[in-house]
């Protein structure tokens, strides 16, 4: 193995991708199995994770295995956690992907938005975390410590809603849960970051970038000129996975193209 193979590899390691049927978890899932890693994927849609495993089983590397799982509630985390820890009884890699939106106008934003949104995006994800902790303690060491990763947003870091109020306020929450659960989990050998990602092609986003034309579009608002690509969200789950990010906890990955320091403000240009 060559120093590169080395810094960046997963060989060997166990990961659970929740929401990792389609988007972006398939993506960072992609990117595990690629780096040698046996990687577990849920998501409320078991049969889609299922069919997701075998295509990915299909590339060499490592293996997946796809079954269902449901964050939404306290009764569905509880089978997910049972489902992992028949199937492994260490996890090296979390990734919390698993996520859902709302959008509507100011005027009309219902009510029950929140209470679904925040449940999926935050309770689900702390619980679930909570669950699995014992697991992650189990694989960690300091030379090699389990890692976490959450999905958060460029939408958490900007002051941008974009008609999904109840997803921003979510995605900032995580940002903060994650940067808190960093420090608490230091001294158990468990990093946690997050992804804040801009826009990427995923069943969220289809309705502004399913077809070519349509990314396209969308690209020429992010300053570097293009939306986000599959090997991004797989090379910084490599990174942050792999004895390369092994140093790095509490931060707050963009992955938006620039989109985290776009302003448009001047002050004394034309």
């Not at 994800?125 to 990763?149: G, V």
């Not at 990093?191 to 289809?206: D, E, I, K, L, W």
């Given at each position: 193995?060559?120093?590169?193979?080395?810094?960046?590899?997963?060989?060997?390691?166990?990961?659970?991708?929740?929401?990792?049927?389609?988007?972006?978890?398939?993506?960072?899932?992609?990117g595990?199995?690629?780096?040698?890693?046996?990687?577990?994927?849920?998501?409320?849609?078991?049969?889609?994770?299922?069919?997701?495993?075998?295509?990915?089983?299909?590339?060499?590397?490592?293996?997946?295995?796809?079954?269902?799982?449901?964050?939404?509630?306290?009764?569905?985390?509880?089978?997910?956690?049972?489902?992992?820890?028949?199937?492994?009884?260490?996890?090296?890699?979390?990734i919390?992907?698993?996520?859902?939106?709302?959008?509507?106008?100011?005027?009309?934003?219902?009510?029950?938005?929140?209470?679904?949104?925040?449940?999926?995006?935050?309770?689900?994800?702390?619980?679930?975390?909570?669950?699995l902790?014992?697991?992650?303690?189990?694989?960690?060491?300091?030379?090699?410590?389990?890692?976490?990763?959450?999905?958060?947003?460029?939408?958490?870091?900007?002051?941008?809603?974009?008609?999904?109020?109840?997803?921003?306020?979510?995605?900032?929450?995580?940002?903060?849960?994650?940067?808190?659960?960093?420090?608490?989990?230091?001294?158990?050998?468990?990093?946690?970051?997050?992804?804040?990602?801009?826009?990427?092609?995923?069943?969220?986003?289809?309705?502004?970038?399913?077809?070519?034309?349509?990314?396209?579009?969308?690209?020429?608002?992010?300053?570097?000129?293009?939306?986000?690509?599959?090997?991004?969200?797989?090379?910084?789950?490599?990174?942050?996975?792999?004895?390369?990010?092994?140093?790095?906890?509490?931060?707050?990955?963009?992955?938006?193209?620039?989109?985290?320091?776009?302003?448009?403000?001047?002050?004394?240009?034309?």
């Amino acid at each position: 193995m060559t120093y590169l193979e080395d810094l960046f590899s997963v060989a060997g390691k166990t990961a659970l991708v929740t929401g990792a049927a389609t988007g972006i978890g398939r993506m960072a899932a992609t990117g595990l199995v690629q780096g040698g890693a046996n990687v577990l994927i849920a998501s409320r849609k078991g049969a889609d994770c299922a069919r997701v495993a075998e295509e990915l089983n299909q590339l060499g590397g490592g293996k997946a295995e796809g079954f269902s799982g449901d964050v939404s509630t306290e009764e569905g985390i509880a089978a997910l956690v049972g489902e992992v820890r028949q199937r492994t009884d260490s996890l090296h890699i979390l990734i919390n992907n698993a996520g859902v939106s709302w959008g509507a106008d100011y005027e009309n934003f219902p009510y029950s938005a929140w209470a679904k949104v925040l449940g999926v995006n935050v309770t689900g994800l702390f619980h679930l975390t909570r669950e699995l902790t014992p697991l992650l303690e189990k694989a960690a060491s300091q030379e090699d410590p389990a890692r976490i990763i959450n999905l958060g947003s460029v939408m958490g870091t900007q002051p941008l809603a974009d008609g999904a109020y109840s997803y921003t306020a979510s995605k900032a929450a995580v940002h903060h849960l994650t940067r808190t659960l960093a420090n608490e989990f230091a001294e158990r050998h468990i990093t946690v970051n997050a992804f804040a990602p801009g826009p990427f092609q995923s069943r969220m986003t289809a309705f502004a970038t399913a077809s070519d034309e349509q990314a396209e579009t969308v690209g020429q608002r992010v300053p570097i000129g293009r939306i986000g690509a599959p090997d991004d969200i797989a090379g910084a789950t490599l990174y942050l996975c792999s004895r390369a990010g092994s140093y790095v906890t509490g931060a707050i990955l963009p992955l938006d193209g620039g989109q985290h320091v776009q302003h448009g403000m001047s002050l004394f240009k034309e």
